[in-house]
């Protein structure tokens, strides 16, 4: 009987975690359906969206941006473009795709147009993936992640990832 009822409560957490999970996707105006359906294990899903701020790919393609290394920039942005896509975040997919195409064509004014976009939906993504983790008593916004990195105290990536 009692195992019963672990089972049972077991299977009402996980289904408020997926719920949680569409949520979240929902705020970041991706369908956690169809990720669901291609990678067919929430855990696993959560596991990498709750990693994804700690990812160095934006800081790398910020960085070479800023410092003129194309190639560099190219490459980042490029990883950037896979990770979304498999995570199926579609707005910042589709953004760092034009952006990965612009440096790959060597059209440095567009990629600089291009990277403000990559920005405002890579800071909409991660703002609802630490809200999400707000509802564990962990929370913050991008910007708090970015001034961590930038003093030298980032600690974003302890004690937050199951």
Same mark, same amino acid.
């Given at each position: 009987?009692?195992?019963?009822?672990?089972?049972?409560?077991?299977?009402?957490?996980?289904?408020?975690?997926?719920?949680?999970?569409?949520?979240?996707?929902?705020?970041?105006?991706?369908?956690?359906?169809?990720?669901?359906?291609?990678?067919?294990?929430?855990?696993?899903?959560?596991?990498?969206?709750?990693?994804?701020?700690?990812?160095?790919?934006?800081?790398?393609?910020?960085?070479?941006?800023?410092?003129?290394?194309?190639?560099?920039?190219?490459?980042?942005?490029? /990883?950037?473009?896979? @990770?979304?896509?498999?995570?199926?975040? $579609?707005?910042?997919? %589709? &953004?760092? =795709?034009?952006? !990965?195409?612009?440096?790959?064509?060597?059209?440095?004014?567009?990629?600089?147009?291009?990277?403000?976009?990559?920005?405002?939906?890579?800071?909409?993504?991660?703002?609802?993936?630490?809200?999400?983790?707000?509802?564990?008593?962990?929370?913050? /916004?991008?910007?708090? @992640?970015?001034?961590?990195?930038?003093? $030298?105290?980032?600690? %974003? &990536?302890? =004690?937050?990832? !199951?």
């Amino acid at each position: 009987m009692r195992q019963r009822q672990r089972g049972a409560a077991r299977r009402r957490v996980a289904g408020e975690r997926a719920e949680r999970s569409g949520i979240c996707y929902a705020e970041m105006g991706a369908d956690y359906a169809e990720v669901l359906e291609r990678l067919r294990d929430e855990r696993l899903i959560r596991r990498y969206v709750l990693r994804f701020p700690d990812d160095p790919s934006y800081d790398a393609l910020c960085r070479a941006m800023s410092g003129g290394r194309v190639e560099e920039a190219f490459l980042a942005a490029h /990883t950037l473009k896979g @990770i979304t896509q498999s995570l199926g975040f $579609g707005g910042l997919c %589709t &953004s760092a =795709s034009a952006l !990965t195409e612009a440096l790959r064509n060597g059209v440095r004014a567009e990629a600089d147009r291009l990277l403000q976009s990559v920005t405002a939906d890579y800071r909409r993504i991660v703002d609802s993936i630490l809200r999400f983790q707000g509802e564990d008593g962990v929370g913050g /916004t991008a910007e708090d @992640i970015q001034a961590a990195r930038n003093s $030298g105290m980032d600690n %974003t &990536s302890q =004690s937050r990832w !199951t």
